[in-house]
């Protein structure tokens, strides 16, 4: 039996799922990618992943830097979300496009303003699975907000309390 790819991926828009921004320092400069693959791994020791295309810009970076954030958006930061998941080769325009600022951590993670939460994470193996790497993380630091999230079904944004009937 052969499975369709797109079969898959409808099958997997049923999982709803929070959008968050992954963000690298990288020379001073912010970089980051949309990301809605990433989960929990372990509470001893606080342990996370994050699932990134290869093809991706910002796979390279979390190889290279090896301490990237993970911001989970709130429902208003949709345009940023949309903005991080264009395949631009920069992001200098981040804040006058969409909205996005950010401040830095001790370690000069970036920490976009607004996010419903913030994980500071520190990579310690990445593994190849299929056309994505799996890299998972120490997380070294937690920053929690008041808010409702901004969810991803069926590939759509989500409030929480949306009943568009699909």
């Not at 400069?29 to 910002?58: F, I, K, Q, W, Y």
């Amino acid at each position: 039996m052969s499975l369709d790819p797109l079969e898959f991926r409808r099958a997997m828009g049923c999982f709803a799922t929070g959008v968050t921004i992954i963000t690298v320092d990288l020379e001073g400069e912010v970089h980051g990618m949309t990301a809605n693959a990433v989960a929990s791994v372990s509470l001893d020791p606080l342990l996370l992943l994050v699932c990134v295309d290869h093809a991706a810009r910002t796979h390279a970076h979390l190889h290279a830097k090896k301490r990237f954030g993970v911001n989970i958006l709130s429902e208003r930061q949709r345009p940023i979300s949309e903005y991080y998941a264009k395949p631009a080769r920069t992001h200098g325009r981040a804040e006058q496009e969409a909205g996005a600022r950010f401040d830095r951590t001790a370690q000069g993670t970036p920490i976009l303003h607004g996010a419903l939460a913030y994980l500071e994470c520190r990579l310690q193996t990445a593994e190849d699975a299929g056309d994505h790497t799996i890299f998972i993380a120490e997380v070294e630091d937690v920053v929690v907000r008041q808010g409702d999230p901004l969810l991803f079904f069926r590939g759509n944004y989500r409030k929480i309390g949306d009943n568009t009937g699909d």
